[in-house]
């Protein structure tokens, strides 16, 4: 097997009983990197940070993968408001989730004698998620389309994502709600029957009678 050291340097093809008395002598382990390769290849390492190395590996090669995913967003010249900011919702979830943004926006019919209005609205929906992302070039009419790419802006240039931070305000199971500020309904309580005589009869058929004197 071709044996590499801890410092990367190859040390030469040893056989698997040289290969574990030089491991031994370094304090490391013999770790199979190579398999399928001839001969195989192997390095002295040690094994718990050659697993932290392989998993912080990973863990990159996943963001970047996921930064290179593209999400699109359609817009129209005559969106109103309200949708314009579903768009921009949508939009600024995918950039704080580290992935781009295609926009695009198509003209129909008659809509191509004004492009400036939808110029107009694609420039208005960069200035909204101009704290989450940026061009990666100027809009461009194609055809009947205006295309733009957004890229999301690095994680400590971002604003944060106000759909989490409105998550983050809701009060928690343990932390009980604000006081109401107002005066609470007060329902009134059923009159409390009267209590008994201390002592004497509980019903006392002479306690109506009047008594004349004399």
């Known amino acids: 097997m071709r044996v590499v050291g801890a410092d990367g340097k190859q040390i030469g093809i040893l056989s698997l009983g040289e290969a574990l008395t030089l491991a031994r002598q370094q304090g490391v382990d013999l770790v199979e990197i190579a398999p399928t390769a001839t001969p195989p290849v192997c390095r002295l390492v040690d094994y718990g940070k050659f697993r932290y190395e392989q998993a912080k590996k990973e863990k990159e090669s996943k963001k970047h993968q996921h930064a290179n ?85 690095p994680r400590n240039k971002r604003a944060k994502n106000p759909r989490a931070a409105e998550g983050d305000e809701k009060p928690s199971a343990a932390q009980p709600p604000p006081e109401e500020t ?22 006392n058929p002479f306690s109506q009678l009047e008594v004349k004197s004399g």
């Open 69 to 153: 995913k593209v999400k699109e967003v359609q817009l129209s010249v005559k969106i109103d408001a309200h949708d314009l900011g579903v768009k921009v919702g949508h939009a600024v979830d995918f950039l704080c989730d580290d992935m781009k943004v295609k926009v695009s926006l198509r003209f129909k019919g008659r809509e191509m004698a004004h492009t400036e209005f939808g110029f107009q609205v694609v420039e208005k929906f960069i200035k909204e998620i101009a704290p989450y992302g940026h061009p990666d070039f100027p809009p461009k009419l194609t055809g009947r389309n205006i295309h733009l790419m957004v890229s999301p802006l």
């Open 182 to 203: 107002t005066t609470p309904l007060r329902v009134p309580l059923p009159a409390t029957p009267a209590a008994p005589p201390a002592a004497g009869f509980v019903n």
